[in-house]
């Protein structure tokens, strides 16, 4: 991910309405498919300011977000409340690992920002416990056009077919794919999936 990139977004990241409704339909769509509980410890990936990570928190033990920039994890820890935190973690986590495990994972329009998927992928494996599950929502297939500016986006979206393929490669297993939302922009619509397998 780019870091200057992110760094000049997050003064304004959380004033996007659609970007807040976006995160809310995420959120439900993995609280429709996983039981969540409060002994449950959530690493979300590409955290940003906290809008899914905060959403999921109300339902878990704990949320550690990982991002690699600063500026939105500062952002973060500024809605941090004694009732309602996430830890924050700044870190690549597929250059240098995390050594902790978690009940799952959860991301939320990251996943177009990571180069190596496979990488990726087979570096969540190691962090996520047995029977643990990962969350990851993002884009499918689109033109190129759905960010003004697409420095930092190495994928215009996403194939159900190929990234299934891969995800089952890197060795999760129940893997699936829906659509959960469509984001409306004044020259087309775009659609939102969200990933799921288990470990």
Known sequence: MQKDHFDIKSKTWDTGSERVQNTKTI?????????????????????????????????????????????????????NTDALSIEAIHQD?????????????????????????????TTIKNNIKENGFIAIADLESEDGTFHSDNE?????????????????????????????NTIQKPHRDFGIFLLTARV
Do not use: W
């Not at 928190?57 to 820890?77: F, I, N, P, R």
């Open 27 to 79: 959120s439900e769509a993995i609280l429709e498919n996983f039981s969540l509980h409060t002994k449950m410890e959530i690493l979300d990936f590409g955290v940003g300011t906290g809008l899914l990570g905060f959403e999921i928190a109300a339902h878990v033990g704990k949320v550690y977000g990982v991002d690699t920039s600063a500026s939105m994890l500062e952002k973060l820890q500024e809605k």
């Open 93 to 121: 986590i597929i250059q240098t690992p995390l050594t902790q495990c978690f009940d799952g994972l959860i991301s939320s329009m990251t996943l177009h920002h990571i180069e190596d998927l496979h990488a990726f992928f």
């Open 152 to 180: 930092g986006v190495f994928h215009f979206g996403f194939d159900k077919e190929r990234l299934c393929a891969l995800v089952a490669e890197c060795g999760f297993k129940d893997v699936a794919f829906e659509q959960i």
